[in-house]
């Protein structure tokens, strides 16, 4: 099973402020890496998927980068309504397995 | 527009078997590339994929829980349905099915989740 670790755990922020998140991978996943934003009592929502394309409907502040082990998801200015936590999920191998979560909380 | 709801009990006892529902509108699993997930998660914690079926009737488990998971379809009613036999506390989560496409493989739309408590 290919284990995805998130860091850091928390991420404390102003809006208006760049975020770096990093997801990396104990095994190479190539490409197959998306990235999902989840907010309090909803479903994760898609924002990046094959590691670098952003999914219909994202704004352009949300950018993925990376390949092999290490991943980054970076949110050019934060939107007060980007403060959430964010899963990276890798599809390279079975079973599908999903990261421990970035929380972006508000400074 | 594509949506995605679980149904099924809220309780549940252990050693009980859990059946959940996730009823769907706006594609068809007789669509060729269509697939649908079920994905968990325990209160505070991480997301959990558990079993997914596609719409040639290909299934695939999570291969730790395989013994008790069974993944099916109604294509005509478009339904999947999650059955996890044994159930015990630690099974305590949020239960959610969501869609991927073949060409996309990820999990593009989503249901709302259901919470399932299993406790005596």
């Known amino acids: 099973e290919i284990v995805l670790t998130q860091s850091p755990a928390t991420l404390s922020l102003s809006p208006g402020e760049r975020a770096t998140l990093s997801c990396g991978a104990s095994h190479s996943v190539g490409s197959c890496l998306a990235w999902y934003q989840q907010k309090p009592g909803q479903a994760p929502r898609l924002l990046i998927y094959?590691?670098?394309n952003r999914a219909t409907g994202i704004p352009a502040r949300f950018s993925g980068s990376g390949s092999g082990t290490d991943f980054t998801l970076t949110i050019s200015g934060l939107d007060s309504e980007d403060f959430a936590v964010y899963y990276c999920q890798q599809r390279r191998s079975w079973p599908l397995t999903f990261g421990g979560g970035t929380k972006v909380v508000m400074k | 527009q594509v949506t995605l709801k679980e149904s099924g009990p809220a309780l549940v006892r252990p050693t009980q078997t859990l059946t959940l529902t996730c009823s769907f509108s706006g594609f068809s699993l007789a669509t060729n590339g269509m697939r649908v997930s079920w994905i968990r998660q325990p209160p505070g914690k991480a997301l959990e994929w558990l079993a997914r079926?596609?719409?040639?009737?290909?299934?695939f488990y999570r291969a730790s829980l395989r013994p008790r998971l069974t993944i099916s379809k109604d294509t005509s009613k478009n339904q999947v349905v999650l059955t996890m036999t044994k159930m015990d506390p630690e099974d305590t989560a949020t239960y959610f099915c969501a869609r991927s496409v073949r060409a996309l493989s990820y999990f593009d739309s989503w249901g709302q989740g259901t919470l399932v408590t299993v406790s005596s």
């Open positions: 079926i596609d719409y040639d009737d290909d299934k």
């Open positions: 094959d590691a670098s």
